[in-house]
């Protein structure tokens, strides 16, 4: 079979998967009751369901939440057939035995979080700016924030809906949104921005000119903290060349500055970290306060 026969045959598995859930759904809704789980599919049992994934009425509360968890579960097996779910962020709340069907992440989310934690105020709204799949996201909004992520991608767009489905999330909510110097401006004021590992996108795709303006709207929105990460001069291919050297040799300070150009009253390092399991290069996590 020819890799594009394969490619087309993924594709008509996922669309008459996610329309055999949809229909199973819908049918459950018309008589009140769980959905019929697909044959492909063995339906959970109290074996191999946690306590809280079990459904012992069709309607109890934990058995609707129940429901939500087996169809989020085959909207991301789909998504993952079809499209393919990246290896990047991890899957935020997803089960030991769920983890195994989705690929391994390599963005080292638990080290950023834990310094991010420390320098978070208890209460408030946060956005996250590129959220992907959502898991800072899903945190911010764990520790106590009203938490807005805000994705230009379709496919990680999804995947986080599907898992605010699968978790029964509150206080998150996603936006699919392609950030430019125009868009920007329909974003509203929160008291914490996250901005991680997308300005070089911005800059890579748009342009330093556009990349700087977006900042600046952004930064306008900031009513308390940003949380900063960037590609740095070095450790990634995908950063436009010209703008890189604009770095220099010292990312720290420039980056300092550029946020204090932004009107940021102070700029701090909070930690160096990895960039990825696969790239040990470091990158600065940095904080500016109003
Ligand atoms: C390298 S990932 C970083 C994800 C997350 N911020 C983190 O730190 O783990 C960059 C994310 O930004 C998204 N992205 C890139 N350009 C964007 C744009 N112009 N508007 C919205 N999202 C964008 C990508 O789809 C991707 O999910």
């Given amino acids: ?10 594709a008509r598995r996922a669309v008459s998967r996610g329309l055999r859930a949809l229909r199973s759904v819908a049918s459950a809704v018309r008589d009140r009751r769980r959905p019929d789980v697909s044959p492909s599919t063995p339906p959970p049992t109290a074996v191999d369901q946690p306590a809280s994934a079990q459904a012992p009425s069709p309607f109890d509360r934990s ?16 998504l993952n057939e079809g499209p393919g779910i990246r290896e990047y962020q991890p899957l935020y709340g997803v089960s030991e035995e769920d983890r195994a069907r989705f690929p391994e992440p390599r963005r ?18 946060a956005m996250d700016v590129g959220s ?13 924030l009203l938490a807005l992520g805000i994705e230009g991608s379709s496919r990680a767009y999804q995947v986080a809906q599907w898992l605010t489905l699968y ?15 125009e868009s920007v401006r329909q974003l509203p004021a929160v008291d ?33 903290r940003m949380f900063f990460e960037t590609g740095q001069v070095g450790d990634t291919t995908s950063f436009d060349r010209s703008s890189i050297e604009v770095m220099g ?23 160096e970290l ?11 996590l940095m904080l500016a306060t109003r």
């Fill in 1 to 10: 079979m020819t890799l594009r026969d394969r490619v087309e045959q993924l």
């Fill in 63 to 78: 058995d609707l939440v129940a429901s939500y968890r087996w169809l989020a579960r085959e909207g991301l097996t789909v």
């Fill in 108 to 125: 080292l989310v638990d080290e950023r979080w834990q310094h991010i934690r420390e320098h978070l105020p208890g209460s408030g709204s």
């Fill in 132 to 144: 992907q799949h959502g898991w800072f996201t899903f945190k911010l909004a764990e520790h106590g």
């Fill in 167 to 181: 978790n029964d999330t509150k206080r998150t909510s996603f936006w699919q949104l392609t950030v430019d110097a």
């Fill in 192 to 224: 914490v921005v996250v901005c991680m590992a997308i300005f070089h996108h911005w800059v890579r795709v748009q342009g330093m000119e556009a990349a700087t303006s977006i900042m600046q709207s952004l930064a306008d929105r900031c009513r308390d």
């Fill in 249 to 271: 040799d010292n990312p720290r300070e420039w980056i300092e500055g550029f946020l204090l150009g932004l009107g940021f009253s102070e700029v701090t390092e909070i930690a």
């Fill in 274 to 284: 990895s960039r990825s399991t696969r790239n040990d290069r470091k990158r600065y």
